[in-house]
């Protein structure tokens, strides 16, 4: 390959750049570079400056010296060159210094894993999150976390239930918050909390205000749903199913991937839907529609919220912290949802 325009030589025993004249001699093949030597040569080349470098490793300046000399010797090829003023990283040690840092960077994500694997909410931790609870309560759980676990590195990933479910099986993810029974096996669940669903309307509605919603009062609404794979679709439907309904919401022409777009096809007129409650704040605080809820809160209507994870999981007691800080953020979380829902169901 060319490196800098000019051949980057590889031979079975050597390494060298052409016409650059920093070839250090004759490779050894059996040779493999420490850590201690790749970060030297990586915080060198990042710092620009040798004595930055040892101060930053702990190290002093000969001893940073000796460890770029036996990297550059065991490699045959010079790195950098050493100057009174400065210091530059050669052609072929800029074409190296990727390889160094990817392997410093692996390194550290190897023994992160292993520490989150002895437990103790150290390391990277995958959580899955559906999409009618991530924007909601994501706000107030990574708020929590730096205080509960300081050295956990939490990863996000939003998708639908069967997604998640699969991802999980499969190893992509540690855990994952859902919002309906999970039946696969191999899986274990924790409750985190129980939510109450919001009736949402457009305004001047015949049922604006009121808080003694039953599941029959549904009965002749258009309600809008989301799309296929959203559990709170299907939960909304089986709510249906269970007062039979003489209108069936699945046979809705307009359907939609997100809240934000069913709550504004509410207040374009086109029908009524169902909110969680951590939704409110967020989502329904706007002119143009009014809320109502149900006699029995979420007893009544409403949806069961769990932490699932792989039962083979050494991490089963890390689960239930975050399942605790979970539900925790949730109480946070619907704090400002409840007050807009009793401003809004006081004035009608």
Known sequence: ???????????????????????????????????????????????????????????????????????????????????????????????????????????????????????????????????????????????????????????????????????????????????????????????????????VVPAGHPLAGRRDLTVDDLDGLDLLLLDDGHCLRDQILDLCRTAALRRDPAQAVTRAASLSTIVQCVIGGLGSTLVPLSAVAAECDRPGLELATFAGGAAAAGRSVSLCYRASSSRTEDFKVIADCLGKAFTDSVTESRRILERRLSRV
């Open 1 to 199: 390959m060319f490196v800098n325009k000019r051949w980057l030589y590889v031979g079975a025993d050597r390494l060298s750049v052409a016409g650059e004249g920093n070839f250090i001699g004759m490779a050894n093949r059996e040779y493999r570079p420490t850590v201690s030597q790749l970060r030297t040569f990586v915080t060198i080349a990042e710092n620009g400056h040798f004595g930055t470098a040892a101060q930053k490793l702990g190290i002093s300046q000969p001893s940073l010296s000796q460890a770029l000399a036996a990297l550059e010797q065991g490699l045959g090829v010079q790195l950098i060159e050493r100057s009174t003023r400065r210091v530059i990283v050669t052609p072929v040690g800029v074409t190296l210094l990727p390889y160094a840092q990817a392997t410093l960077d692996s390194l550290e994500a190897f023994v992160s894993h292993a520490r989150g694997a002895q437990g103790g909410l150290v390391g990277p931790m995958n959580l899955g999150m559906i999409p009618t609870v991530a924007p909601f309560l994501l706000p107030a759980l990574l708020r929590r976390m730096p205080e509960v676990a300081p050295e956990l590195q939490l990863r996000i990933v939003e998708e639908k239930t069967d997604n998640l479910v699969d991802s999980l099986r499969h190893g992509g993810l540690d855990a994952a918050v859902v919002a309906s029974q999970i039946t696969s096996s191999g899986t274990e669940s924790i409750h985190v909390y129980d939510e109450e669903f919001v009736l």
